[in-house]
Each structure stands twice: as C-alpha cells, then as structure tokens.
C-alpha cells in the first residue's frame, strides 16, 4: 500500500458534490398517476416461471405490475421501446440521477440519444425497506445481471444457461423469433426488482442478502411509452445465498397489466426524446 501524504485526513474530509442536481430534472405528474391507478382494469397478465423468462407489452398510459405471488423471488428486468428495440433502458444513468435503488416516484431512462423517461415507477410495497445497517436497500440499477458468462469466469469453465442474462437472451429471441446470437445484443443492464443489494463498507464489493419480498408485494410502472418488457425470475430465488443455481428455492413472478379509465389521461401524452442536437460539436 502506497504511505499516505502528510494531508491525507484533510484530503479524505473534502465534502462529496452530488454529480447530477435533479432539482432542474424534469417531474413526473405523481398526481395524475395517482388519479390514473384508482381505476384500473386489468387487461393482460404473464407469469414468469422459475428460472426462466418471459417478454410482454405494455401500451403507453398503461400500467404494470411485477408481482411476488408463490413465494420470495427476484427478477431482472430489461424495457425496450416496442417501436425501437436500439432505445432501451439505460441502468447507468438513472442509477447517476436517481441512486443505486430507486422506489415510487422516480423514473427509468433511456439510452443515448433518447434518453427520456420510459417509465415511472408509480407504487412500491417495498419502501417501507429503506436502507438497512448494513446499507443494503431494494429494486437496485447497479448490478449488471446474473450472466453465464461470469459464471464460466468464476467456476473453471463451468455452463450453466439459466442466468438471467441467457433467460433474457432465450425470451427475445423467441418473441422476435430470432436466433439467440442476434437476440442476445440488445439484452441490457437491469433493474433487479425485489433484489436487495448494497456495497461492503470495507472493500467497497457488490453484496446481495434475503429479499423482504414476500407474495403479494408488488412493483407498480407506469408506461411512458409504448413499452416492451422482458423479466427473468432469477434462479437465485431471493438471493440469500447465491445467484445462479439449481438447489435455490425459486419462484414464479406475475406481470400485470392495467389500463386506466378512459379520459382519465387526457392532455398525458409520452416524453419526448432528448432535446440535445447531436452534432457533437462537429
């Protein structure tokens, strides 16, 4: 280890700046959603089963649910533009404005150059979770997906085709009905529902503990855009001890989806893209 300077204290006692001040940020209407959700009819669901995963589409001014339903599990999800699949959640910039976790009223954005809000997250029953002693919290936008990939890394050359990188990969591929290899591309970072995760106050590593999650708790969105979702049910189960795995307890997960009352959204209409002009300066 390198010998601190003589300053170093004073140099670790410099106060942070947070990065990204969302003050100017544009808000969500948390109001009109909230009137929104009070009525909802539920026109389509789709249950995820353990250790695979499964695509569904959400319309814009629609809502979803991911629902914890047999026991505690986890699930990764990915959101694309159902229009255009090339614009698709984008898990680095809404962890840089938003945080590691993210909970009612903050948002999902989109990759470069849209980047916009493609869904709100409306209603949790999870936050009453906030951050424990060990700085663990829910619903995380900083690990990147359990990934067969790592595993052969970390297991010798081990194979194993249910992380949910390759259910992602397996789901679209399928929905598109194209090979893997194609499919697997436009598969991204997640947002790791009901995952509680956090980082060691001593080496700084990625930690998951038990899930609180139990059945009937539920993730609520509401679809800026014409969305299509992709949601793995994490072989880890609640991740309590490992995350990819053939003798963890492991569960399904419920995707619903609601519309709201007609006339309920009126004057509502989807984010544009991004204002910036793209010519880079060129």
């Not at 004073?10 to 942070?16: F, I, Q």
Request: hydrophobic fraction near 35%.
């Amino acid at each position: 280890m390198a010998q601190a300077p003589a300053d170093a204290d004073a140099r670790r006692a410099v106060k942070p700046v947070i990065c990204y001040p969302v003050e100017t940020l544009p808000a969500p209407d948390m109001a009109l959603y909230t009137t929104a959700r009070q009525h909802l009819t539920k026109v389509d669901e789709v249950l995820v089963p353990p250790r695979e995963a499964r695509v569904f589409s959400v319309p814009a001014g629609q809502f979803f649910r991911i629902r914890s339903v047999d026991g505690p599990q986890v699930g990764d999800l990915n959101l694309h533009n159902a229009r255009d699949l090339s614009e698709r959640f984008y898990s680095g910039k809404t962890r840089a404005l938003h945080g590691t976790h993210i909970t009612a009223g903050e948002r999902m954005w989109s990759s470069f150059p849209h980047l916009r809000p493609i869904a709100t997250l409306t209603h949790d029953t999870l936050s009453w979770y906030g951050i424990d002693a060990f700085g663990g919290s829910v619903h995380d936008v900083i690990g990147t997906r359990c990934d067969p990939y790592t595993h052969a890394l970390l297991s010798d050359g081990g194979q194993y085709h249910h992380c949910c990188h390759s259910n992602l990969t397996r789901s679209l591929a399928a929905h598109l009905n194209v090979p893997a290899a194609e499919a697997e591309p436009l598969v991204h970072d997640v947002l790791n529902v009901f995952m509680c995760t956090g980082f060691t106050r001593d080496t700084g590593q990625y930690f998951m503990k038990a899930s609180p999650v139990r059945p009937g708790d539920y993730l609520e969105f509401f679809a800026e855009i014409d969305l299509l979702g992709n949601l793995s049910a994490c072989p880890g189960g609640d991740c309590s001890s490992e995350h990819s795995s053939d003798t963890a307890a492991c569960y399904p997960l419920l995707v619903e989806v609601f519309a709201p009352r007609a006339g309920v959204l009126s004057g509502w209409s989807s984010p544009p893209v991004n204002s910036y002009d793209g010519s880079h300066g060129a």
